[in-house]
């Protein structure tokens, strides 16, 4: 069995070696396929992280009058977080309020100049609340507007059209993005399916010698199937690795600057975080295509 | 061992061998003769599974061959070795390394190889030929390294098919010689040719095929057709 496994692995790497060119062409145009494979998986990751983020950055702010006690307003929090549409609530009182004005504008002396002249604090306390979809911002707004805290809110800052038609649009542009690529990839994968039924067709023709011989002394047909199905698994393995290594290169270059559009998404750190998976699946793919092209020709071309 | 019964081959509207039956025992040296297109290289291809009949059965020992499956042709052909009139040998490789590749494609265990490899050029006469490229050797040579490829797997039986076809007179016979002493060893040999003076010295079985039937089978044959 062992020495059967290595007999089909060397006439495997004999075979390759002998149809250079024609297994260059092949794992070629195998790279291509399975670099779109990976992107495809980063795009996805990219796209939901963008939605992510900004959905993250839509919130309900509220702001209460200048004598609206505390009490009332932290009963109000309390009551926004027991409802299953609210992700979180953040209450900022007059006095944080303040702080974090005067440090907003430090570098203004102006500014600062003109708030010591003003004897009270003239900020007010508010709470900024996100909702676990922002589709549920709109009846979170009609809670908040529904009169029980008229005495106590001064404002609802909320503009569910503007927010709303932001993230539709930037999901549907991903969305077809997506497919778009998605239908690139399954293209150029059923392209190298194509090229390697081509190139295995013919390394077999070129080797047919040595498949008569097999033959004739009775090698198995697993045995005579093994070499080029090893080859096809070679080819698959090699481009996965060759794919993963450019990739992950522009990936490397295209990081810093994918930063500054969707903050919060360092694509160079989660290739990392994810190598084995990511490099997994691409392996698995390559070998896939190389292995399950070469099986069909070979049970077509060679042994039935 | 071999029994053909009333096997029929037809290709399309052509039938080309006609409710043939033979039986061949161990051991036996058999001539099958004919003139081309008579219907030798189709039995042979009937015996060792390449074609199915149309009718009839060949058995081969334990094995019906035309009922085998194809994944079961492999294990039938472990106990043959065939010899083509165009060698079909490897170009690239020596002597040595056709014999060896034979052996590890059949699956023979690595310690066994290099000594039976050895061996076997040995009876062929190909001793000090062991690491010449196939390119490098003469016809006669070359059948011989085939030959020697048949044996390797210590078949029951060797199937050779004008393997004198492509030799001058001088390896003609040194082949059939070989043949002669590697049945002389215990092995079953069928030799198809067409050749009236091989036939006719070797004082042998020959059945005489013509159009597809067995015109005549006798012990100590002679060459018939004209």
Redesign the interface.
């Known amino acids: 069995m062992v ?2 496994l290595y ?1 089909i692995l060397k006439y495997g790497f004999q075979i390759f070696g002998r149809n250079s060119l024609a297994s260059i062409a092949t794992v070629s145009i195998m790279v291509f396929s399975a670099a779109l494979f990976l992107a495809l998986m980063l795009l996805g990751t990219v796209g939901k992280v963008a939605v992510e983020t900004l959905k993250d950055k839509i919130d309900i702010n509220v702001s209460f009058y200048e004598n609206a006690p505390e009490d009332d307003i932290l009963k109000l929090k309390e009551s926004l977080s027991t409802l299953v549409e609210v992700k979180s609530v953040d209450y900022t009182s007059k006095d944080e309020a303040l702080e974090l004005f005067k440090k907003r504008h430090e570098a203004d002396p102006v500014i600062i100049q003109a708030l010591s002249e003003i004897d009270k604090n003239p900020l007010s306390a508010s709470i900024s609340i996100k909702a676990e979809d922002p589709s549920e911002y709109s009846a979170i707004a009609a809670y908040l507007n529904s009169g029980s805290f008229e005495n106590i809110i001064d404002k609802v800052s909320y503009n569910q059209a503007q927010n709303q038609m932001l993230i539709d649009r930037l999901a549907t542009l991903i969305r077809k993005v997506k497919i778009g690529w998605m239908l690139l990839t399954i293209l150029l994968t059923v392209m190298t399916v194509i090229v390697s039924f081509i190139t295995i067709l013919l390394v077999i023709y070129n080797t047919k ?2 498949i ?10 697993a ?2 199937r093994g070499p080029y199905i090893f080859v096809g698994i070679l080819y698959g393995l090699i481009s996965a690795v060759i794919a993963f290594i450019v990739v992950s290169f522009l990936v490397w270059l295209a990081a810093p600057q994918l930063l500054l559009f969707v903050p919060g998404m360092n694509l160079w750190a989660y290739l990392l975080s994810r190598f084995f998976g990511l490099f997994g699946l691409t392996t698995l793919f390559g070998v896939a295509i190389g292995s399950i092209s070469s099986s069909i020709v070979i049970k077509r071309y060679l ?2 | 061992m071999i029994n053909f019964s009333n096997v029929s081959k037809s290709y399309g509207q052509d039938e080309v061998v006609k409710d043939i039956t033979f039986k061949i025992a161990p051991k036996e040296f058999v001539s099958l003769v004919g003139r081309s297109g008579a219907g030798k290289s189709t039995l042979i291809r009937l015996l060792i599974g390449e074609d199915k009949p149309t009718k009839g059965r060949v058995i081969f020992g334990h094995y019906e061959v035309n009922r085998l499956k ?2 079961e ?8 070795g ?1 010899v083509f009139q165009e060698f ?1 040998l ?1 170009p690239k490789k020596t002597a040595y390394e056709n014999i060896v ?7 023979k ?2 310690r066994e190889i290099a000594d039976t490899a050895m061996q076997v050029l040995d009876l062929v006469g190909l001793a000090d030929k062991t690491g010449n490229f196939i390119t490098e050797l003469s016809g006669g040579e070359k059948q011989r390294v085939a030959i020697a ?1 048949a044996m390797v ?1 210590r078949p029951d039986v060797v199937i050779a098919d004008e393997p004198t076809g492509n030799l001058d007179p001088l390896n003609t016979w040194g082949i059939i010689n070989l043949l002669i002493k590697i049945n002389e060893l215990g092995t079953t040999v069928i030799l198809a040719t067409h050749n009236k003076e091989i036939v006719n010295e070797l004082e042998r079985r020959v059945i005489s095929i013509d159009g597809g039937r067995i015109i005549k089978d006798e012990e100590k044959g002679k060459y018939l057709l004209i």
């Open positions: 020495t059967n007999r010698d040595e008569n011989i097999m033959r004739l002394v009775g090698a198995s047909n045995f005579i042994v039935g | 194809n994944h042709l492999p294990e039938l052909r472990r106990h043959m065939i079909r490897l590749f034979a052996m590890e494609v059949a699956g265990p690595q490829r797997n």
